[in-house]
């Protein structure tokens, strides 16, 4: 591990604030840019947060040093179990947190993936070739641009929303594209776009209302 930084110490009303600017972290293969910030260090709960970015890496590698549950504790059993697994750019990230004991890290921001993968709904459909930008928001992902394989549909334009909720993870998607080819999943004719729409109550990956544009 190398990197650098400049840090300011900024006075605050009752303590110092240190800020660090110009953060710069190689971890392995991953280059990490930024600058955090620390406060309330004379204070019995100090805390924390690193704005962080880094270039497209191996989902797997940018979880080594950013791990899935700082995102919600559902998180890891979720991307296990629905093999998930792309290519991942950091656009803006911050973590916080603070030295109190116990304390879970959180983490927002956004994230662009391509070459993504997953299988979707208890039938676990394929989704493959998959690209969009996860914004990453307090107990959800919000995914929009949304492009690839679905099962038997070539989307574009499409979004979800993941919740995560006490019951488990919670998915609404609303999917725009065509057929392949020969595919005879839908009823609108191969070729014709489409959009449908999917919620959790058709978590098997079904297709719960469908509207033809010609």
Known sequence: MSGHSHIRAVPGVAVDDVVLSDLSANL???????????????????????????????????????????????????????????????????VTGSSVEGTQLSLTG???????????????????????????????????????LYGTIHMSESKALVSFLETGPWIEMEVVGTLTAGSTAMTSPAGLESRWYVDSTAAAGELAMCSTRG
């Open 28 to 94: 392995e293969q991953l280059h990490l840019t930024g600058q955090a910030s620390l406060s309330g260090l004379l204070t019995t709960q100090p805390a924390f947060a690193v704005t962080i970015a880094a270039p497209p890496v191996l989902m797997s590698q940018l979880l080594k040093t950013v791990p899935a549950e700082w995102i919600h504790p559902q998180l890891p059993v979720v991307m296990k179990d629905r093999e998930i697994d792309g290519i991942v750019e950091m656009v803006s990230a911050t």
């Open 110 to 148: 956004e994230f662009r993936v391509k070459q993504g993968q997953a299988l979707i709904g208890q039938s676990r459909v394929p989704a493959k070739d998959l690209s969009a930008v996860v914004s990453v928001e307090a107990g959800r992902l919000k995914i929009s641009n949304l492009s690839g």
